[in-house]
């Protein structure tokens, strides 16, 4: 069962893969406050659900942006780890933040893993920052934006790619940007996740 655990509300655009955000619009169109905010109210959710799930964390937000404090993401680890019926996945865009907190003050539990998301190639950087992860590594490859190139999957466990169908302008993604994608993680042994290669038919 996939469960959202939205331990964080509101978030900030880093990138043009940020355009169609489903949260972003669901809070303007409601006229709210999409400044990050920590919901410590939400994180003892998953030990209430005794069915093994897994976990989107900060699902349309962000558990690794600035906003958001060191000792509440030490917190929120401290849960999951304590949920170990669970999976949880945290995907995040601020992949130099995602490194240095990792590095400095988190110990990753074997049910937790560290994602980046990635739209185009000019942002294949933080696929370094995520290999510097002591976690089982996995990339989410959309909203795609544009080709991503020759890219060095070293160190990477998991992947899959994420067609946008949500938003007023969902965008269109060529066949041959997947295809290249899918190719090098072929060659390269990372793990395709299947049900996350998602297309306006499937989705």
Not at 121 to 141: E, H, M, P, Q, T
Not at 170 to 198: A, F, M, S, Y
Request: charged share 25%; with cysteine; glycine share 6%.
């Amino acid at each position: 069962m996939i469960e959202t655990w939205n331990i964080v509300s509101g978030c900030e655009r880093i990138s043009p893969g940020c355009d169609n955000c489903p949260t972003y619009w669901e809070y303007h169109e409601k006229g709210l406050n999409f400044h990050p905010k920590e919901r410590r109210d939400r994180l003892y959710d998953p030990l209430k659900n005794l069915t093994p799930s897994v976990y989107m964390v900060a699902a349309g937000s962000d558990l690794f942006h600035e906003a958001v404090t060191v000792n509440f993401i030490q917190d929120a680890f401290k849960i999951m780890r304590q949920a170990d019926w669970h999976q949880f996945q945290v995907v995040t865009k601020r992949a130099e933040r995602l490194e240095a907190v990792s590095n400095r003050y988190l110990d990753w539990p074997s049910n937790v893993f560290a994602g980046i998301g990635l739209e185009e190639g000019r942002y294949k950087w933080r696929i370094d920052c995520l290999r510097n992860v002591d976690a089982l590594r996995f990339i989410s490859f959309g909203p795609m934006t544009g080709a991503m190139g020759k890219l060095d999957l070293s160190g990477i466990h998991q992947a899959g790619v994420v067609v946008e169908h949500w938003g007023p302008n969902p965008r269109d993604v060529l066949p041959e940007w997947i295809d290249e994608i899918h190719q090098q993680c072929e060659e390269q042994g990372v793990t395709i996740l299947n049900k996350h290669w998602l297309s306006k038919e499937t989705a």
